[in-house]
């Protein structure tokens, strides 16, 4: 092609355009341009909402997992009460998401809650990642049931974690099987507030229908194997490994872990906890009779705890 010297020409590669026009970069091109034109680089692709220490880009304040069916539908008829209920998903192989906003307008804590699609610390690890992927929740909140283990503890009464113990890793030699458990403390800034929500509470709520809720605080464990034997070798190797143990489960763990995993050098994620209601005592007269008062009472927990687990804001919400 040739080129006439009166003619005004700019040749052009990586752009489609011809005359005054905003410009997109799709691919390689060659062409002609007359005019002033402005260059828009495309945008990369969004890969979820920007972390940040205020919370500004998250899509929630705080995330809550559950496991079984009676769990999640104890969460939900609490979050049912709350202003601004909706529910959607976040993507469409995903779970359904049911949203809320807990307290005044001006100060809201936004919640969201999925049901993860299996039971087990694998599958925590998995809905954990996915949902710090999708909504980027300050706070990771794992709430249902779990076998009490430890002295004093009553059906009914609800524990939050402060560590959790896995008690799946081991050796088998011809001696005899050797734990080789693993732990996972809560952050400090998780711990500040779940003192200050027992002071403030007095270690007693209540649920929605009235009843008195004994709240504890303290290490769960959490496995693969249920325990249903007050005389089981790991309910052993618990208590041994710490005395102050409360609770077992089978989904803490891999939460924990995948947070510490990923969690990075700056404030947000601010952490994970377990909120746990007593249906049984991991005995052999364990059964699913108090699954759903166990439940009720974990929600009803997690809805007391929520002005507390708000890191952008002051308890009182003037912050």
Aim: no cysteine; glycine share 12%.
């Amino acid at each position: 092609m040739s080129k006439n010297s009166n003619e005004p020409t700019v040749w052009n590669v990586g752009i489609h355009a011809t005359g005054d026009a905003n410009v997109v970069n799709h691919g390689p091109a060659v062409g002609r341009i007359d005019g002033d034109v402005t260059i828009t680089p495309t945008a990369p692709p969004r890969t979820g909402p920007v972390a940040t220490a205020d919370n500004k880009g998250a899509e929630v304040d705080v995330g809550i997992l559950t496991v079984l069916a009676v769990e999640h539908a104890a969460v939900v008829n609490a979050m049912r009460g709350l202003r601004g209920y909706r529910t959607d998903r976040v993507s469409a192989t995903g779970a359904l998401v049911h949203h809320a906003e807990f307290g005044p307008p001006q100060s809201a804590i936004r919640v969201a809650v999925a049901q993860m699609p299996t039971p087990g610390n694998e599958s925590a690890a998995v809905s954990y990642l996915e949902l710090m992927r999708a909504l980027a929740p300050g706070v990771v909140v794992l709430v249902g049931i779990a076998g009490g283990i430890g002295k004093g503890v009553a059906l009914g009464d609800v524990v939050l974690s402060d560590a959790v113990v896995l008690y799946d890793p081991r050796k088998v030699t011809a001696d005899g099987v050797r734990h080789r458990g693993d732990s996972f403390v809560v952050s400090a800034a998780i711990r500040h507030r779940l003192n200050e929500f027992l002071v403030e509470t007095g270690g007693h709520v209540r649920d929605p229908h009235g009843e008195p809720v004994r709240v504890l605080m303290g290490p769960i464990g959490a496995g693969a194997a249920v325990i249903a034997d007050r005389g089981s070798a790991d309910r052993e190797w618990l208590l041994e490994f710490n005395d102050k143990l409360l609770a077992v489960e089978t989904e803490s763990a891999g939460m924990a872990r995948a947070f510490h995993q990923v969690a990075g050098p700056t404030d947000r994620p601010f952490g994970w906890l377990a909120i746990r209601g007593i249906s049984d005592l991991a005995d052999g007269a364990k059964n699913d009779d108090h699954h759903e008062s166990a439940s009720r009472h974990a929600a009803a927990v997690a809805m007391h705890l929520l002005p507390h687990l708000s890191f952008h804001r002051s308890i009182d919400g003037r912050g």
